[in-house]
């Protein structure tokens, strides 16, 4: 998909999103440029997730506007969403693989429900898929069940690449993965951004994910977003942000990343 002249991938224009009296968003604004892995934290019921699916059309906001690739997602025919549906990939938190299809049978799913192929050549896309997320090839004929957290998340991300997406939407990738895991995950992520040149939105509360791959940070705070780098985000005086970026856990995440 053409990408619009100022390089803007996503635009979020005074967003509302409320349930009866509680107000989550109240007018936030956040922007999302080509080629970066743009980090969303915020703390608990502070709407990470009721944004991300206001930004994939999954909920209709209260207010505001949401465009991907300089498109208002309000006015957009049943074609025009679903060839803006096949631009972007999207991991859940869990993975959120259909446990009774084998793991190629789910990379296979958005290949099945936007094309027709022989089912050797879909075979051949899994197992390229699987590669390309460190997966050994015998990983296709297992079911979720028979694979560890790790494995499962890479599974995942391999049916999100698996339309050759340029955007990539990832909800808490490594949330129950072991520092170990996780490491190899963030790994994994900057080699395929770097290689596919995806423009990358996470919502993460893993603050060594944070350092390790992030290039701007997106806060929610007081129903709005404060986007700075990283390195802004610790000249914060914010008292949340402050906080966040300076405790004893974040503390060790820098030492950690920056050795």
């Given at each position: 998909?053409?990408e619009?002249?100022?390089?803007?991938?996503?635009?979020v224009?005074?967003?509302?999103?409320?349930f009866?009296?509680?107000?989550?968003?109240d007018?936030?604004?956040?922007?999302?440029?080509?080629?970066e892995?743009?980090?969303?934290v915020?703390?608990?019921?502070?709407?990470?997730?009721?944004?991300?699916r206001?930004?994939?059309?999954?909920?209709?906001p209260?207010?505001?506007?949401?465009?991907?690739?300089?498109?208002?997602?309000?006015?957009?025919s049943?074609?025009?969403?679903?060839?803006?549906?096949?631009?972007?990939?999207?991991t859940?938190?869990n993975g959120?693989?259909?446990?009774?299809?084998?793991?190629?049978?789910?990379?296979?799913?958005?290949?099945?429900?936007?094309?027709?192929?022989?089912?050797?050549?879909?075979?051949?896309?899994?197992?390229?898929?699987?590669?390309?997320?460190?997966?050994?090839?015998?990983?296709?004929?297992?079911?979720?069940?028979?694979?560890?957290?790790?494995m499962?998340?890479?599974a995942a991300?391999?049916?999100?690449?698996?339309?050759?997406?340029?955007?990539?939407?990832?909800?808490?990738p490594?949330?129950?993965?072991?520092?170990?895991?996780?490491?190899?995950?963030?790994?994994?992520?900057?080699y395929?951004?770097?290689?596919?040149q995806?423009?990358?939105?996470?919502?993460?509360?893993?603050?060594?994910?944070?350092?390790?791959t992030?290039?701007?940070?997106?806060?929610?705070?007081?129903h709005?977003?404060?986007?700075?780098?990283?390195?802004?985000?610790?000249?914060?005086?914010?008292?949340?942000?402050?906080?966040?970026?300076?405790?004893?856990?974040?503390?060790a995440?820098?030492?950690?990343?920056?050795?």
């Amino acid at each position: 998909m053409q990408e619009p002249a100022s390089s803007s991938i996503i635009r979020v224009q005074g967003l509302v999103n409320r349930f009866g009296t509680q107000v989550v968003h109240d007018g936030l604004d956040m922007e999302v440029r080509s080629n970066e892995i743009f980090g969303v934290v915020g703390g608990s019921g502070s709407g990470k997730s009721v944004l991300l699916r206001s930004i994939l059309g999954l909920r209709r906001p209260d207010g505001g506007t949401v465009e991907l690739y300089g498109q208002d997602m309000r006015h957009l025919s049943r074609e025009q969403r679903s060839r803006l549906v096949r631009s972007y990939g999207v991991t859940f938190q869990n993975g959120a693989l259909i446990s009774s299809l084998t793991v190629a049978q789910n990379i296979q799913l958005p290949l099945r429900e936007y094309f027709s192929m022989p089912e050797e050549t879909l075979d051949g896309l899994a197992e390229l898929n699987l590669a390309l997320v460190g997966l050994p090839p015998d990983t296709a004929r297992k079911y979720p069940a028979q694979l560890s957290g790790g494995m499962v998340k890479r599974a995942a991300l391999a049916r999100a690449l698996s339309l050759e997406p340029k955007l990539l939407f990832l909800d808490e990738p490594t949330s129950g993965l072991d520092p170990i895991s996780a490491a190899a995950f963030d790994e994994l992520l900057l080699y395929l951004h770097s290689q596919l040149q995806l423009t990358v939105v996470m919502i993460t509360h893993d603050l060594d994910t944070l350092f390790r791959t992030c290039n701007r940070v997106g806060v929610i705070v007081d129903h709005h977003m404060v986007t700075d780098t990283l390195e802004g985000m610790l000249r914060s005086q914010h008292p949340w942000i402050h906080e966040y970026f300076h405790g004893a856990r974040a503390r060790a995440a820098e030492k950690e990343v920056n050795g």
